[in-house]
């Protein structure tokens, strides 16, 4: 079987169960199981999802049945298949480290259905509610860690540099190797909040593969950070080999937005939403101590690293409804004749574009493939804005 390009995003929230009950409370409630596999399959274009709330016992039951039914199959090297979709089975779990004062989410990945049923039952003895997403886990994080590997998963520390619920994000300089076992950690996730160069001045983090993902919390948000990997097909076994760039396996680009058009980039008070600087302990507008201190300003505490490494290209995207004057109307033009954003994104030509949207639209779209958008810092509590180089 040749290596082939495929798109991934392995960070997809559960907004409610087949019975209609709350899985992640602030997901849409639209966020279903059959309604993620059409967004990803059929509207965005992504092969390999991940949906990091498997371990919720009715959500797991769902699957169970689609395989029962036909509906999907489980493959022999991990992951379920829906049609062009390959579903990897995912947990975020919430860990508390008293070495760096806060909670910590990571995920979860176990290859198969029996293993992960198995992993729900072992959490339910460590959680207080096991139906719900990103519980508390009452444990040590290397017990997490070893139980993944015995069911053979894999281990992600989850958007590492946000400023709440992340390994890197609060105020105490904690180091990975002090919190998790780094030999049992098979990638970092970036998060929304940073970028590959942004990550790389922690030399600690060198020896990782980096992955993007939307952490999605409704439909129209898949995808709006995502990976090209190279792989023989979209698959648990396969998409491991690319972490560890096995037999010309790899990622080979990372998609994602500008860090920079984050709400959480520059340093603000919380109180008033007012920028403040990089080392100020106290808001001189309101005179608050609600300091968050944004991502740029934290990476700049922790810098390490005085060399960086080779690593696939990131490239800077939006999601197409960023563009100025594309609106759903017009998108849905424009999946009528490419059929999935990655299409339009990714493939179609300028002489293809212009057949269904004017010149401005049309130069905006190319212009994403190659990172090429102006971008307005976020900051004071609120998202940056983007326009497009038309040349």
């Given at each position: 079987m040749p290596l082939n390009e495929f798109f991934a995003d392995l960070h997809i929230h559960i907004g409610r169960d087949q019975e209609n009950n709350p899985v992640k409370i602030s997901a849409s409630?639209?966020?279903?199981?059959?309604?993620?596999?059409?967004?990803?399959?059929k509207r965005k274009g992504i092969d390999l999802i991940g949906i990091i709330d498997c371990h919720s016992p009715n959500v797991l039951t769902e699957i169970e049945q689609c395989v029962i039914q036909a509906d999907a199959v489980q493959l022999q090297t991990g992951g379920i298949r829906f049609g062009r979709v390959t579903l990897l089975l995912g947990s975020e779990i919430e860990l508390y480290d008293t070495t760096c004062q806060g909670p910590i989410h990571v995920l979860c990945f176990i290859p198969t259905l029996e293993n992960?049923?198995?992993?729900?039952?072992?959490?339910?003895?460590?959680?207080?509610?096991?139906?719900?997403?990103?519980q508390r886990f009452?444990?040590?994080?290397?017990?997490?860690?070893?139980?993944?590997?015995?069911?053979?998963?894999?281990f992600i520390p989850?958007?590492?540099?946000?400023?709440?619920k992340s390994l890197y994000g609060k105020g105490v300089n904690c180091s990975l190797e002090e919190v998790l076992d780094p030999t049992m950690i098979d990638a970092i996730e970036l998060g929304l909040?940073?970028?590959?160069?942004?990550?790389d001045q922690i030399a600690e983090l060198h020896s990782y593969t980096y992955v993007t993902n939307s952490d999605s919390h409704s439909l129209g948000k898949i995808a709006r950070e995502y990976q090209k990997v190279t792989l023989r097909e979209p698959s648990f076994v396969e998409f491991t080999a690319a972490l560890y760039e096995k037999d010309g396996r790899k990622i080979a680009a990372n998609y994602g937005m500008n860090p920079k058009l984050g709400k959480y980039y520059s340093t603000v008070?919380?109180?008033?939403?007012?920028?403040?600087?990089a080392k100020d302990m106290i808001c001189s507008h309101c005179n608050s101590k609600a300091i968050v201190r944004g991502v740029f300003d934290r990476i700049q505490q922790l810098k390490t690293a005085t060399t960086k490494r080779t690593r696939p290209p990131y490239i800077y995207q939006v999601?197409?409804?960023?563009?100025?004057?594309?609106?759903?109307k017009t998108l849905e033009k424009l999946l009528d004749a490419f059929q999935t954003e990655m299409n339009i994104i990714h493939f179609?030509?300028?002489?293809?574009?212009?057949?269904?949207?004017?010149?401005?639209?049309?130069?905006?779209i190319l212009a994403m493939r190659t990172g090429k958008q102006h971008i307005q810092a976020g900051g004071g509590g609120t998202y940056g804005r983007v326009t497009f180089d038309h040349k």
């Open positions: 409630h639209t966020l279903t199981l059959k309604n993620i596999i059409h967004e990803a399959g992960m049923r198995y992993f729900s039952n072992w959490l339910k003895m460590k959680m207080t509610n096991i139906s719900l997403s990103s009452y444990g040590t994080a290397k017990e997490l860690q070893q139980k993944v590997k015995e069911l053979d998963g894999l989850a958007h590492v540099f946000t400023p709440f909040s940073a970028d590959t160069d942004m990550a008070c919380r109180a008033c939403s007012n920028q403040v600087g999601p197409l409804d960023y563009i100025p004057g594309l609106g759903p179609a030509t300028e002489k293809q574009l212009l057949q269904v949207v004017n010149e401005k639209i049309a130069k905006a």
